[in-house]
């Protein structure tokens, strides 16, 4: 069986840029926001049960998802919101499991955003966090979505402390530095996994 590495951190800590290094070593990512999109496309259970529930109104005329619908209908629906997530998840989880199983490479990331709050970090053998102060966290992604930091901060506000992850973490990745302080991490990082996955007790 693969060794699987979580790798999770809060809004714009830098995720993806840490996923895209590891894949320039050729290792598998598993993305749960990909895979999150995969399980409601046309012609999917996870689309015909959504469809069922609220009516074919919260599909576009191509016959996809209307997500910003689906976001309207759930924001003040605490219990719709519930149905989606009871339904959505385990499905979810079962790609990424079967996803796992598929991989090829010495060892794969299972990039979620949300793993910590959800206990998901249990589908791993190890987690990586990436981590950076909050400051850091709020400029990086209003310059990158160009939001108000105001916004920012309450999607960090709903998410998982940083001492939460950090709890939860095996290895930590600070990114507080450059992209290339950052890249040296990912390829020591990638060295001492490569190992592990050799090691007889991976
Ligand atoms: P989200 O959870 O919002 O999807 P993320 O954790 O995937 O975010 P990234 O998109 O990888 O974060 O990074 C956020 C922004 O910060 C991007 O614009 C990225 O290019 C930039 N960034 C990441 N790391 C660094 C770094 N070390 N130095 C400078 N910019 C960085």
């Not at 069986?1 to 999770?8: D, K, R, S």
């Not at 219990?79 to 996803?99: F, G, V």
Request: hydrophobic residues 40%.
């Amino acid at each position: 069986m693969t060794m699987v590495i979580g790798l999770t951190g809060g809004i714009g800590s830098g995720k993806t840029t840490v996923a895209n290094l590891f894949a320039a070593y050729h290792i598998d990512i598993i993305d749960a926001d990909v895979i999150a999109r995969e399980v409601v496309e046309p012609g999917t259970p996870g689309l015909q049960a959504i469809a069922d529930k609220l009516g074919s109104d919260i599909l576009l005329t191509d016959g996809s998802l209307n997500r910003s619908k689906l976001r309207e209908a759930i924001f003040n629906d605490h219990s719709l919101k519930q149905w989606l997530n009871d339904l959505l998840h385990p499905m979810i989880r079962e790609k990424m499991k079967a996803d796992i199983e598929k991989t090829t490479s010495a060892y794969c990331l299972l990039v979620i955003p949300l793993m910590v709050e959800n206990n998901l970090q249990t589908m791993t053998d190890r987690l990586l966090v990436v981590d950076v102060d909050e400051s850091v966290q709020v400029q990086r992604t209003q310059q990158r979505d160009n939001v108000a930091a105001e916004q920012v901060r309450k999607i960090l506000a709903s998410q998982a402390t940083r001492e939460q992850r950090l709890a939860a973490a095996d290895d930590v990745i600070s990114n507080n530095g450059d992209a290339e302080s950052l890249k040296q991490k990912v390829a020591e990082l990638h060295a001492y996994y490569l190992t592990l996955s050799q090691s007889p007790a991976a």
